[in-house]
């Protein structure tokens, strides 16, 4: 009872920092340890029944904590990058990353075609809503267990809008005893966090588990001011009965982490052999274009009245849920479980956005002939203007300001199944209901900014005539750049039935076949309302400045109403046949669709006739795979091909809508092998030929796809177990910056590192590195060609360069 008070006083403590600042598997009981990646291990996701991985005719990769922690993540999608066949394009800092599966394409950001689950149900119903996408609200700590990545498979069946695949993040059941305290902090940079987790029995049959961890720190790159800072707190308690089960279980997350855009970077040489480095005064490995300077950004709001919202909230993913989970035999082979969860989600997502970056005479042009830049802030009785502007490379942004504040993210998710198992065959009929809201409101604004990775200033303009055009870096409430398009409104609700039927079939000891079928249809009601432009004193001061003479406001009345249906049916097949006890060979065809949310709202569609817009994107995946355990490792092999049928959907960095169909073949590899009981190498592989198969770019290869990924992370154990180094060593092939195929990234590997020491029973210090080469591994690029033999510069995404992280945990 005294680990029970300490862990509750310990969550008390989160609950009161959290305030302060403003599931559970489907139906089964999970093991708190596993061994993972045994092909005897069960399955539990994307499959009606779980089946051992050997008997199991899906492509599944299972990662426990320890293999994560030897991955040394900086952010969940970074835990990703080592599932075979899984492009994670994780730049953007804790969330906002860019997640493919098998070639399929990112075309609007996010994770169309794959969805992230938590305990088996959905964490947002899409995976693409702009500025909210399911990795922002996903955070992995030490109350998971496990992570099971599903690719293809009967993912489409199972889930909506998961063609693609499902990653699951299945939560510790307190079944058996344990827990563990850790801190951790950045050697080199700012950041500070503790995690707590603790579980036990606590009656016959009765058991709970909680925990939770807070953070705060600048984070990996100088955002010139706290940007992570925030922290979430999990609870489950099951009560077992004599022929089944119930969980309750809840999630309470408030954690803000920075959001990182594209940034400036020089490129030189030619369109297929750059050179790309950091610009002078801008290290592109560290330097953010978050400013000290940059702090608020001012406008109006959804209903005309004044916003002011703060820059160092970046992703600021708040989530308060509560589900129950239950199992039960009903009668001999009849089994019903049921998994529901409401979640409250709401917050914000504000970020700096490079627009343009040019030389100053560039900048200054745009506003006309004669126009000067000055250093905002500078300003004296003598000299009203300003100091000229003098940054050594001479290069300013046209920073547009992406101030999106998150309204109403709610959503009910809830998965019923009976299932009857008679001699060989075994029959599920489901029903999925989940009601999805997005209201989100966008307020932004434009600066210009200095290229600088300390402190960047703001730069004020003036005309020829010495009149000011701007007010401390800002010059538009606003984006004239783009049409002012992105004063925006919108309040839909998206909701779905999908019911769904399997069977399996163990035709014989060795072959056993599997069909499923899923109807999903979705109505969607609300309503959007565009830009207007008016004369605004927005600073309150009396006077009418430049800026203030056409702010952006939402035109409410002439807003947009939205009623309409879609529907579309999935099926999966597959078969498995046992070689032998330790070995197998499956195949699957599998078909399914993604349907877009908010990503086709101010498109000029008809919105009241589900027939008139393009509301759904295809993928069809056939698969062939192979299993191999030895005695002291395995090999799974699977060679497959996704075919995808996309109708459009709108980026907003690109500000325009992307619309292609694909095809690709590849191949995944994935192994473990202990060469000794101290040495294990582990490594995965994946082969992806992709190809654009419609539209202007027919015949290129999709943006940001390279031929080759892989990973390799051998772990070495010493002093008798007590202590541990390893290497993670994560990589990909050139790929091009875009569809037009012009601009190569160049291929990249990253290497990672841990040691972990064994001071006493329990109590372990583990330090880790991250990018240890601080190799500038660029993973994706606005434009998409460059003047050969020159210098350009360009706008991408790097992973963020070499970090130090030294952790403490006790487990008890």
């Known amino acids: 009872m005294k680990k029970i008070t300490l862990l509750f006083e310990g969550l008390l403590l989160f609950g009161v920092m959290l305030i302060g600042d403003n599931a559970f598997s489907q139906n089964q009981t999970t093991q708190d340890t596993t061994k993972v990646n045994n092909l005897d291990e069960v399955v539990i996701t994307g499959v009606v029944n779980p089946r051992a991985k050997v008997k199991s005719s899906v492509s599944i990769t299972t990662l426990d904590v320890k293999q994560v922690e030897q991955s040394a993540p900086r952010s969940t999608a970074e835990i990703f990058r080592t599932i075979p066949g899984i492009r994670s394009e994780s730049s953007g800092g804790e969330g906002n990353a860019n997640i493919a599966v098998r070639g399929v394409p990112i075309s609007s950001g996010g994770s169309k075609y794959l969805q992230l689950q938590e305990d088996g149900l959905p964490v947002l119903l899409?995976?693409?809503?702009?500025?909210?996408?399911?990795?922002?609200f996903t955070r992995f700590d030490r109350n998971v267990a496990k992570v099971e990545a599903i690719r293809g498979g009967s993912a489409s069946v199972l889930s909506s809008n998961s063609p693609g695949g499902i990653i699951n993040f299945i939560s510790k059941t307190g079944k058996t005893e344990g827990g563990s305290l850790a801190t951790s902090f950045g050697l080199d940079y700012g950041d500070f966090r503790t995690d707590i987790e603790y579980g036990a029995r606590i009656g016959d049959g009765l058991y709970f588990h909680a925990g939770g961890f807070y953070r705060t720190g600048e984070g990996v790159r100088d955002a010139g001011f706290t940007s992570n800072n925030g922290g979430q707190v999990k609870f489950n308690i099951t009560k077992e009965f004599e022929k089944g089960s119930v969980t309750v279980y809840t999630k309470f997350l408030n954690d803000r982490a920075a959001a990182y855009m594209p940034m400036p970077i020089q490129v030189t040489g030619t369109n297929s052999d750059p050179n790309w480095e950091s610009i002078k005064g801008f290290d592109a490995t560290s330097g953010a274009l978050q400013s000290i300077y940059l702090q608020h950004n001012l406008g109006l709001g959804s209903d005309g009245e004044l916003r002011r919202s703060n820059v160092a909230?970046?992703?600021?993913?708040?989530?308060?849920?509560?589900?129950?989970?239950?199992?039960?035999?009903?009668?001999?082979?009849?089994?019903?479980?049921?998994?529901?969860?409401?979640?409250?989600?709401?917050?914000?997502?504000?970020?700096?956005?490079?627009?343009?970056?040019?030389n100053a005479s560039t900048i200054a042009g745009s506003f006309g002939t004669g126009a000067t830049l000055h250093y905002a802030g500078t300003e004296t009785a003598t000299n009203p203007q300003g100091t000229l502007f003098n940054n050594p490379n001479g290069l300013v942004s046209r920073i547009h300001l992406f101030d999106t504040q998150l309204n109403n993210l709610n959503n009910f998710m809830n998965d019923l199944r009976l299932t009857k198992k008679f001699d060989k065959v075994s029959a599920t009929v489901g029903y999925f209901k989940s009601v999805q809201n997005i209201s989100m409101s966008w307020l932004w604004n434009s600066y210009l900014q200095e290229v600088s990775d300390d402190k960047p200033r703001l730069i004020n303009v003036y005309d020829a005539s010495g009149n000011a055009l701007s007010q401390n870096g800002l010059y538009a409430y606003?984006?004239?750049?783009?049409?002012?398009?992105?004063?925006?409104?919108?309040?839909?609700?998206?909701?779905?039935?999908?019911?769904?039927?399997?069977?399996?079939?163990?035709a014989t000891e060795e072959l056993s076949l599997e069909g499923g079928i899923r109807y999903d249809k979705g109505q969607v009601n609300g309503s959007f309302a565009g830009s207007k432009q008016t004369i605004f004193d927005v600073n309150n001061d009396g006077v009418i400045s430049a800026p203030e003479s056409s702010v952006s406001s939402i035109d409410n009345a002439n807003s947009t109403p939205v009623d309409y249906d879609y529907s579309y049916v999935s099926y999966s097949f597959g078969a498995n046949y046992l070689l032998s006890a330790g070995q197998s060979i499956f195949g699957r065809l599998s078909k399914g669709a993604s349907a877009k949310a908010d990503r086709i709202l101010f498109s000029g569609l008809n919105y009241l006739d589900g027939d008139k817009i393009n509301s759904l994107d295809y993928l069809t995946q056939i698969e062939l795979g192979y299993k191999r355990k030895f005695s002291k490792g395995y090999l799974y092999a699977t060679v497959f091909s996704a075919t995808t049928n996309e109708e459009g959907g709108y980026e907003a960095t690109t500000n325009s809508i992307i619309e292609n169909d694909y095809k690709s073949l590849g191949l995944e590899l994935e192994t473990s092998y202990n060469v000794n009981e101290d040495l294990n190498l582990r490594a995965a592989l994946t082969y992806t030929k992709a190809e654009i198969t419609s539209g202007a770019n027919d015949g290129n290869e999709p943006r940001r796809q390279p031929k080759i990924m892989y990973n390799f992370i051998p772990t070495y154990k010493f002093s008798k177990g007590k202590n541990a180094v390893g290497l993670?060593?994560?990589?990909?092939?050139?790929?091009?910056?875009?569809?037009?195929?012009?601009?190569?990234?160049?291929?990249?590997?990253v290497m990672n590192g841990f040691?972990?020491?064994?001071?006493?029973?329990?109590l372990s210090l583990n330090v880790a590195g991250n990018n240890l080469f601080n190799t500038l591994a660029i993973t994706e690029a606005e434009e998409g060609s460059i003047t050969n033999n020159t210098t350009n510069i360009v706008r991408g995404r790097p992973l963020p360069g070499r970090s130090l992280s030294m952790s403490l945990s006790y487990k008890f």
């Not at 899409?126 to 922002?136: E, K, Y």
């Not at 035999?329 to 970020?351: C, P």
């Not at 839909?492 to 999908?498: C, H, I, L, P, R």
Request: aromatic fraction near 12%; charged fraction near 15%; proline fraction near 4%.
């Open 755 to 762: 040691v972990e020491f064994g001071i006493t029973k329990g």
């Open 313 to 358: 909230d970046g992703m600021h993913p708040i989530s308060k849920s509560i589900g129950v989970s239950a199992s039960f035999e009903l009668a001999d082979g009849l089994k019903v479980t049921e998994n529901g969860r409401f979640s409250s989600n709401s917050g914000g997502f504000i970020a700096p956005f490079p627009a343009e970056v040019a």
């Open 728 to 749: 993670s060593i994560i990589g990909q092939s050139k790929a091009y910056a875009q569809d037009n195929n012009d601009l190569v990234m160049n291929g990249f590997f």
């Open 126 to 136: 899409f995976g693409d809503i702009a500025f909210a996408t399911a990795d922002i």
């Open 478 to 506: 606003g984006v004239p750049a783009w049409g002012n398009c992105c004063q925006r409104n919108y309040d839909t609700q998206y909701n779905v039935s999908a019911p769904y039927a399997n069977i399996s079939f163990d």
